[in-house]
């Protein structure tokens, strides 16, 4: 969760301040494991179980943890499909345009891949991928008589949107090949869910099931800790290679999964060198990254890996600290004092009171603030620029903030 940007210019017309606005809002209703789903497209990916079990031998839950780090597909083709269902606020569809506002960049291209991928937060998609190791991937998101493709070639970076004919052309980092593990492959990307296995989860096998035609081992991880919103993840894993093939969690709160990712169709064959190569359409519009430091962790991050905070996104904030332990985790930081604007306060207008009517007020020992929710990331950003953030419960957010009073 970003922290609260304020607005320096204040005469810059309303066009100019209602865009604004809506990146400003957008950064508070907008969980951080945005950047999670879209990186997840590749590997953590699962889909509609096959009917019947498959009759596999037993293995212990560390076998299969041992059996997915030694894992090493890097070679796959297939059809991945998606859903998120995050609890977003119905807005008669202006949720949309505001995700697309906050990530937009200055020049506002469509083939922008920090504007086309945060679709994947909400509802469901179909993506066609592909990947020929660490420096070779695509991922093309299919839409109604239209298509966005993102490519990763060596040091280029491609974003292609087919419905409005723009290109944008980004390059990573010139060591960005050398990663040990990057989370195109399945097994970089299992690595950071399993992550948070530790004294604070509980993992069991939890049978088998057919997942893209293919036999495999569900891996169950669950919280033993209260007051976090996360109920369950389940991975399903390739019998054979170690290949994580889906990847569900469930919310605390129970109902529908607050992410469900998967293969449909899957090949490990390796994929045509051809698939990887672009050529800009006749009379596209091209939008060049200007600074190869800023492609990399900005446009690169559904492929490689992406170790850096972006400190650009508000006034005054540093490197999260990190408070509690396990699932109950909570990032805090410092905004510089910029909390959020209420509707009767000096500045505050329409801005202020939209943003107010998106959260709830709270009071504590630390003062007063406001808690923006979606099932499964909280954030309490309290009146004086304190902004405390994690999968946890509104009351922990709280108490969080008093003991730091």
Known sequence: MAPYETDDSTDTGERDELRAGRRRAARYIVPVTVVGVAAATIGLVP???????????????????????????????????????????????????????????????????????TELATGTHTLRVAADGPDKQKVSLLENAAEYSLIHNGKDVW????????????????????????????????????????????????????????????????????????????????????????????????????????????????????????????????????????????????????????????????DPTVIGKGWNSIATFDTGGQGVPSGSSSGGGDLGGFLSSLGDQVKGSFGSGTVYSTRLINALVTDDGKVYVGAVTKSALVKAADAAK
């Open 47 to 117: 889909a509609l179980a096959d009917s019947g079990d498959p009759n596999l031998p037993k293995v212990t839950a560390q076998q299969l943890i041992d059996k997915i780090a030694k894992s090493d597909v890097q070679q796959l083709s297939g059809t991945v499909k998606i859903s998120t269902d995050l609890g977003l606020p119905d807005l008669g569809g202006l949720e949309s345009s505001v995700l697309s506002g906050a990530t937009k960049s200055g020049d506002g291209s469509s083939a922008d891949p920090t504007t086309k991928l």
């Open 159 to 318: 974003g292609y949107d087919s419905q409005t004919n723009e290109v944008f052309h980004g390059t990573t980092a010139a060591d960005a090949s050398k990663s040990d593990e990057t989370r195109a492959t399945p097994k970089g990307l299992t690595d950071e869910a399993l992550k948070s296995v530790d004294d604070t989860t509980s993992v069991t096998v939890d049978g088998t099931e057919h997942v893209a035609g293919r036999d495999a081992y569900k891996l169950l991880i669950k919280p033993k800790q209260s007051g976090t919103t996360v109920g369950a993840i389940s991975i399903a894993v390739d019998a054979k290679t170690g290949l994580p093939l889906k990847f569900t969690l469930t919310p605390a709160s129970g109902g529908a999964a607050v992410v469900d990712v998967g293969f449909t169709q899957l090949s490990l064959s390796k994929p045509a060198a051809s698939t990887f190569d672009f050529k800009t359409p006749k009379g596209a519009k091209v939008t060049t990254e200007d600074s190869p430091s800023k492609a990399t962790p900005d446009h690169s991050a559904p492929f490689g890996k992406n170790d850096k905070t972006d400190k650009g996104l508000g006034k005054g904030a540093d």
